[in-house]
């Protein structure tokens, strides 16, 4: 076995992304993710790239959208208030179909709120921020090594869709330490990138935009994005499953919440519970297909987030039409964090 | 096996460096591992603290409600978490800094521990932390004194090694009170 490291989620995430083959960083500083930027300003200068603490986090999100139509491997991080800042760059660059990696770790709001773990961007992330109707891939690491590998396949995928793709944590999952094998960048099949910015020179004029003011052109653009999505759901939905098999409660949770919610779980089978955990991987796309299976089997749902109820509406739409939903979370802030006692206890409710 | 703690005190007492070499040490020996740092407005002299879990498969919840050990360095966390220990477990408390009282609880084993006195005949009262961890390394055998001493080499940068030694000292006098021998 490679050996481990110890590092900070954060920490692991800026090595991915290296690893991954991005050179190009822009962001802005804010807690808790100042870490990121903090390693890749140490670390891409030695690699001949380029670090960029920009004037702001618009600034930072155009950076992205030039650096992506040019085809190399970007990426610009932040957290909650930055995040509200950047959507109308991600919105273009959804519409101009350009790929390139959003770190959201969130903080806890609305507005400046608190600097407390968050899952309460979860509605902005999955539904498209900006404006316009587009969408962009989210993904949701529960642990450091997560934040390590779904930051590989972030950048993959953003490349093969032609689309902005979002890591979505918090302050657990970026500040905890946990043993990390470095992982070497898997061999894809990655499709050219034919669409690169160039001027006429010598051959072909190419243009990155998002306008399309021809009669039926912005219609036809539309139409292509949302098969794309259609094919994002049908080939790229990743989620885990523990302990579904006989389940007759299925817990449900993404990111820091699920690695709560899976010591309640665990702690529920010793007791003699008969409780599953069904933990989004992708959030968008949606794992409909794991919840619709699940709950051909077992029709009691427990959604848990660190909000007041966001995730839970898209798990409603994707369940058995007789299984029933159930909601625990709290509102984020200082010392709301819930413990695996407290959603035992809940499990234990809806249980019976 | 599984092995969760929480260490608690004031900021400048060294209980996050504490928690991170217990991660390195339990991740030397082969294990999985979640260190989690409270993560607020953090300063010195105010609140700090963390949570560990160590186990052979998997760790689960990085954040825990009622610990199984909680090691406690000054009053403040004494009495804001000594209540939260789960019943049958364990409270590594800094007497030097904690005054009891009348608290009382049967249903868990208290074990005070002068560490400041401890660490100041050992030359340095910032060891306090490392005091803490050999007492609690001891008493539960989590991780060895072996791990602990690889872990300092890993997690302390170079110019900080010709301390490591002292640190050692500290570690194994705070298993010598713990009551249990800490293996090697």
């Known amino acids: 076995m490679t050996k481990r490291l110890f590092m900070k989620g954060n920490e692991a995430l800026a090595m991915a992304a290296i690893e991954a083959g991005c050179r190009y960083y822009f962001g802005y500083p804010i807690t808790p993710q100042?870490?990121?930027?903090?390693?890749?300003?140490?670390?891409?200068?030695?690699?001949?790239?380029?670090?960029?603490?920009?004037?702001?986090?618009?600034?930072?999100?155009?950076?992205?959208?030039?650096?992506?139509?040019?085809?190399?491997?970007?990426?610009?991080?932040?957290s909650s208030p930055g995040i509200s800042l950047k959507q109308e760059g991600i919105s273009y660059m959804a519409g101009a179909e350009l790929p390139g990696v959003i770190v959201n770790i969130c903080r806890s709001g609305p507005g400046l709120g608190g600097i407390d773990a968050s899952q309460a961007d979860y509605f902005q992330a999955v539904k498209g921020g900006g404006h316009g109707g587009y969408h962009i891939i989210v993904l949701a690491p529960a642990s450091v090594q997560e934040m390590y590998d779904l930051t590989m396949l972030a950048f993959d995928l953003a490349?093969?869709?032609?689309?902005?793709?979002?890591i979505l944590g918090d302050s657990v999952v970026g500040q905890m330490k946990e043993p990390v094998v470095p992982n070497k960048r898997p061999e894809r099949n990655l499709p050219p990138k034919d669409w690169v910015v160039r001027g006429k020179g010598d051959g072909e004029q190419r243009v990155v935009k998002s306008l399309y003011l021809g009669d039926g052109e912005l219609e036809a653009h539309n139409w292509k994005l949302h098969a794309r999505y259609g094919?994002?759901?049908?080939?790229?939905?990743?989620?885990e499953e523990f302990m579904l098999d006989d389940a007759e409660l299925v817990v449900t949770a993404f990111g820091s919440a699920a690695r709560i919610a899976k010591s309640a779980v665990m702690a529920a089978r010793d007791k003699g519970l008969k409780v599953g955990l069904l933990r989004p991987i992708t959030l968008?796309?949606?794992?409909?297909?794991?919840?619709?299976?699940?709950t051909d089997r077992c029709k009691k749902v427990l959604d848990i987030e660190l909000n007041t109820g966001q995730m839970v509406e898209d798990v409603r739409l994707s369940i058995a039409r007789d299984a029933e939903v159930f909601f625990y979370g709290?509102?984020?802030?200082?010392g709301s964090l819930p413990t695996p006692e407290e959603l035992l206890e809940q499990i234990t409710k809806h249980y019976v | 096996m599984r092995h969760d703690v929480f260490i608690s005190g004031f900021g400048g007492q060294g209980v996050l460096l504490a928690g991170n070499l217990l991660g390195y040490a339990a991740m030397e020996e082969g294990k999985n591992v979640s260190f989690f740092p409270s993560y607020g407005v953090e300063k010195r002299g105010g609140a700090a603290m963390c949570t560990v879990v160590i186990a052979d498969g998997e760790v689960g919840s990085p954040v825990v409600g009622n610990p199984s050990v909680s090691v406690i360095l000054n009053q403040t966390s004494f009495d804001k978490y000594a209540s939260r220990v789960k019943p049958g477990g364990v409270c590594i408390v800094n007497s030097s800094l904690v005054e009891m009282g009348d608290f009382s609880r049967s249903d868990i084993e208290l074990i005070p521990i002068p560490m400041?006195?401890?660490?100041?005949?050992?030359?340095?009262?910032?060891?306090?932390?490392?005091?803490?961890?050999?007492?609690?390394?001891?008493k539960t055998g989590a991780v060895s004194l072996q791990s602990l001493e690889e872990a300092l080499r890993e997690t302390l940068p170079e110019r900080n090694h010709r301390f490591i030694p002292a640190n050692?000292?500290?570690i194994e006098a705070g298993a010598q009170r713990s009551g249990s021998p800490l293996s090697k």
Not at chain 1, 159 to 166: F, G, L, Q, S, V
């Open chain 1, 34 to 78: 100042s870490d990121i930027p903090e390693y890749m300003s140490r670390e891409l200068p030695k690699l001949g790239g380029e670090f960029i603490q920009a004037e702001s986090e618009v600034a930072s999100i155009n950076m992205l959208l030039g650096a992506s139509a040019t085809g190399v491997r970007a990426m610009t991080s932040s």
């Open chain 1, 159 to 166: 490349d093969i869709y032609r689309m902005p793709a979002m």
């Open chain 1, 231 to 239: 094919e994002l759901k049908a080939k790229e939905a990743r989620w």
């Open chain 1, 284 to 294: 968008y796309p949606f794992p409909e297909k794991g919840f619709r299976a699940a």
């Open chain 1, 330 to 334: 709290r509102p984020p802030g200082a």
């Open chain 2, 116 to 138: 400041n006195e401890i660490a100041m005949q050992l030359g340095d009262l910032r060891m306090v932390n490392m005091v803490a961890v050999g007492a609690y390394a001891a």
């Open chain 2, 168 to 170: 050692v000292r500290a």
